[in-house]
């Protein structure tokens, strides 16, 4: 049990400090001693054992915060019917109800219930979907259990275990510090203060105000930029400041592009809705001289405008995209951001393991004179294998060389005394080893600019020579040819000191022996170029940012097929203001030697001239470009903060699966795009013939619950939507919202179908007879037959810039379901069903006009369609 009996006085101060957050920092966690500390949570440096860590876990429950628990299937279902379409709707089913019309009421609520219930039971397996996703990239934390090191997932941690923080982590619940070296934390997520702070492992001698402050104290959310720390863990899940945060937000989400553009095209609708609706009405009423019937054919027409089908066809879609997204080994962690991947226009990356093979392999080791030279290879190894932060690909290439290992004797000639970690604004890092001459030597490896700045010596042949400007550049000469080769050159040097010196820091740094270089080679992947090609034929311009040197990208760029004529580098950046770099974004294709900050920035300039932006990254300084991208690209294999920025998750870092994820987005899109299209053009147009029939006959032209129910099969024949396929040629492009072309496009396709509606109210007057109320029934039939059908056959002519059913034909569900509803409505006149609706079986002879009327309006309709798009150049 954990003994949190502290001082009140010190509890009390520090309820004052979290305020209304709801979480509270234990006291006794801020004690001097950290074995005090240990003893209170019934732990030790060797952690928890097994046993103890299922108790707590069953006591304390899975580390995770409010808003990543996913809802109740009562509570989607409830939120499926919260959608202003369904709302309006079931207010049309009550008035209908209390104005006593029970059969348009019951029409009305049917409808509400399948476009409700498909939405529930879309969003319910996609989010089953999603959590199976969510569960292949599992964010691991490094722990210490029963004297053991091992990654555990985050979820199982509890108060009381040992944790050990590098490079990269995300700090995964609320920790006290009981060592730490050189360690830098972010603490933005928390504080939005861009700037890391430095923790260590005693508390302040001062309590702060605001506990983020406190030195020894590391909050969930945060993430390492630098240094090594071992800490306790005090607090997890909603305990956290992190969770009591999320308590306070849970639902919040951040509205993208996409809940933009949904948002726009339903308040066009509803905007035309409410001004066609009692248009109708007061022309009815006036003509007819029945009030109520009037009311209740406008009640009719507004649901018939209502597009209800779409929450259900968005999130129908959007669930079979994630779900055909991840048979291509791309994982969607946020729904909607799957229509931002195909709207992409600008794919932003780094270079390793992109473009490369992330297979590094040391090829040489040289010292000044440019030969071979194995202290080199030793000094490295020394580096490499003592340092316990992030190992990278190059430290992994130096470790492959065992054979040093065992002529050092490391295990007993060597021990570490201390280290000076990377970070991204020195660009080295050093180690510290006890030497067997018992000397204290510090070895350092980084960027060769960086390491030749410290440097003011250089070994050659065991001899130290002072490093004049003349060598210095010779240095730097060797250094550009191994690049121009293709290596990655990274510099070597060392300094002894007397022992017992203690700690080391950055100030040791000076003053170094330059001792060589070594040249390490990741050659490009087979698949690059190729897949470069082809996201630049789907109108995806791919540029480079990375913080390597200028010389290996463009040598890399060139054998891949970018253009790296110019390359802008990080300090020219900095000189640039945002109007400048606005310019230059669009211009240069590759960015070299540029810092976090400086990625994000040339995100935001690439924003603001109109692109839409993604970024695939998976590295610690990835994470600002990942949060500034319009989607967030990952790898499974990326550090914490990289996954946890990410909209997109690949299981493999490829920009071949990434451009299988694009066109994927894009068949998404489409097909949303479709059902837009259809029901706003289909609606327009019936209500231009509404306008004009109610003017012109002296009956309805369709009793309420005929429209009703016409609508209602057409709904159903949209459903197939989702199983559809898309063109080739529409996924050439990015596509993303726009509203005005939708609507241009309602306004020209739309009345097509009135001119047809109009032949057929010709034709059922002039040649049928239909003239008088006795023989409305017959008119109001043959224009519900006719209605029906052409409404199910013109999804064939929209879903498709080509010739349907010849140049392009639909799925098998899509075209069974307008066989369907097609066949019913000719069948309905002729059932009981269709008698109790008013309508009345139609003479043999009308069949052949409809025909004729279906056919000229696919004709029609598909040279209006092929000219929109010649004019507009829009489909």
């Known amino acids: 049990m954990l003994n949190l009996l502290v001082d009140n006085r010190v509890e009390n101060k520090l309820r004052r400090t979290a305020g209304n957050r709801g979480a509270l920092l234990p006291a006794i966690a801020l004690l001097v001693d950290s074995g005090q500390v240990l003893a209170a949570y019934d732990s030790t440096l060797d952690g928890l054992a097994a046993e103890t860590a299922r108790q707590r876990l069953a006591a304390h429950g899975p580390n995770t915060v409010v808003q990543e628990k996913a809802s109740g299937w009562w509570t989607q279902l409830v939120h499926a019917f919260n959608n202003a379409f369904i709302l309006l709707l079931l ?182 809705t409410l001004v066609m609706v009692p248009v109708v009405f007061l022309i009815n009423g006036f003509t007819k001289g029945d009030w109520g019937q009037s009311f209740f054919f406008a009640l009719s027409v507004a649901v018939g405008l209502t597009p209800e089908m779409l929450p259900m066809i968005v999130t129908a879609n959007l669930a079979r995209g994630a779900v055909n997204m991840s048979r291509k080994k791309v994982i969607v962690k946020r729904l909607h951001s799957i229509q931002n991947f195909g709207a992409m226009d600008v794919l932003c990356s780094d270079k390793t393991g992109t473009l490369t093979q992330d297979r ?159 040249a390490f080679l990741d050659p490009p992947k087979e698949s690059a170029a190729p897949a470069i090609a082809a996201l630049r034929d789907h109108g995806v311009a791919v540029k480079i940012l990375t913080g390597d040197n200028e010389v290996v990208t463009a040598r890399i760029c060139a054998e891949v097929g970018i253009d790296a004529s110019r390359i802008v580098l990080g300090h020219e950046i900095d000189m640039l203001d945002d109007a400048a770099l606005s310019d230059t974004a669009g211009q240069a294709t590759v960015f070299a030697k540029v810092s976090p900050a400086q990625k994000a920035r040339i995100i935001a300039a690439l924003q603001s001239r109109g692109h839409v932006v993604g970024f695939l990254g998976d590295g610690i300084n990835d994470a600002p470009a990942l949060r500034q991208a319009d989607i967030g690209i990952s790898v499974n294999t990326a550090v914490d903060i990289a996954k946890e920025s990410a909209d997109i998750i690949l299981l493999e870092k490829s920009l071949m699966i990434l451009e299988e994820g694009v066109l994927e987005g894009r068949r998404t899109f489409g097909n949303i795009l479709k059902y837009i ?97 006795e023989s409305q029934s017959l008119f109001q039939t043959g224009w519900f037959v006719e209605g029906l059908l052409s409404q199910t056959l013109i999804v064939h002519i929209i879903r498709t810039r080509k010739l349907p059913f010849l140049e392009s034909r639909a799925t098998a569900p899509v075209i069974a379901l307008t066989l369907i509803v097609m066949l019913a409505g000719l069948a309905i006149p002729f059932t009981a069903f269709g008698r109790a609706l008013g309508l009345t079986p139609l003479p043999a002879a009308y069949y052949g006009w409809l025909v004729a009327i279906l056919a000229g309006y696919m004709v029609l309709a598909q040279m209006v369609k092929g000219w929109f798009a010649r004019r507009f150049g829009y489909y």
């Open 677 to 773: 299209r259809m029901g706003t053009s289909s609606n327009f147009g019936n209500m231009f013939s509404v306008l004009g029939a109610s003017a012109w006959l002296p009956f309805l032209p369709m009793q309420p619950v005929q429209l009703l129910v016409q609508n209602l099969l057409y709904d159903f024949s949209q459903t197939a939507i989702p199983f559809d396929r898309t063109d080739d040629e529409y996924l050439r492009k990015p596509r993303k919202w726009d509203v005005d072309a939708i609507a241009r496009f309602v306004l020209f396709l739309g009345p097509v179908s009135s001119v047809f509606d109009y032949a057929t109210f010709c034709l059922l007057w002039f040649v049928f007879g239909a003239r008088t109320p």
């Open 360 to 518: 590094v392999v040391l090829e040489r080791h040289l010292d000044l004179l440019g030969r071979d030279s194995e202290k080199v290879l030793q000094l490295a190894y020394l580096n490499s294998y003592y340092q316990t932060g992030l190992k990278n690909l190059l430290d992994v290439a130096v470790l492959r060389h065992a054979e040093v290992a065992e002529g050092l004797h490391l295990a007993t000639d060597y021990r570490l005394v201390d280290e000076i970690p990377f970070d991204f604004s020195r660009r080295r890092m050093s180690v510290v080893v006890e030497t067997p001459r018992s000397e204290e030597m510090l070895v350092t490896k980084g960027a060769v600019e960086e390491v030749l700045q410290m440097a003011s010596l250089v070994d050659v042949d065991r001899q130290l020579v002072p490093l004049a400007d003349e060598i210095r550049e010779n240095a730097r000469r060797m250094a550009r040819g191994l690049n121009r080769e293709g290596f990655r050159v990274i510099a070597v040097a060392y300094r002894k000191f007397a022992p017992g010196r203690g700690a080391y820091s950055i100030d040791d740094e000076n003053d170094l022996i330059l001792a060589g270089f070594m």
């Open 91 to 272: 207010a049309l089913a009550a008035v209908a109800a209390l104005t006593g019309d029970l059969k348009a009421a019951a029409i009305i609520s049917t409808m509400v219930l399948v476009s409700a219930v498909l939405r529930f039971l879309q969003e319910y397996r996609s989010g089953q979907a999603a959590e199976k996703l969510k569960a292949m990239v599992e964010t691991t934390a490094t722990v210490t259990r029963g004297g053991v090191k091992s990654e555990v997932p985050v979820d199982e941690l509890v108060p009381g275990d040992i944790v050990h923080l590098s490079a990269g982590d995300m700090i995964p619940a609320d920790v006290r510090l009981l060592s730490a070296k050189d360690l830098f934390v972010s603490q933005a997520a928390l504080t939005g203060e861009s700037l890391p702070v430095e923790k260590f492992a005693g508390p302040a001698a001062d309590s702060p105000l605001n506990e983020l402050d406190h030195p020894c104290i590391c909050f969930m959310g945060t993430n390492v930029i630098s240094g090594t720390g071992v800490a306790l863990v005090i607090q997890t899940g909603a305990a956290t400041y992190f969770g009591g945060l999320a308590g306070q937000v849970t639902g919040r989400r951040v509205e993208t592009e996409f809940d933009r553009g949904v948002s726009r095209v339903s308040r066009l609708l509803i905007r035309f």
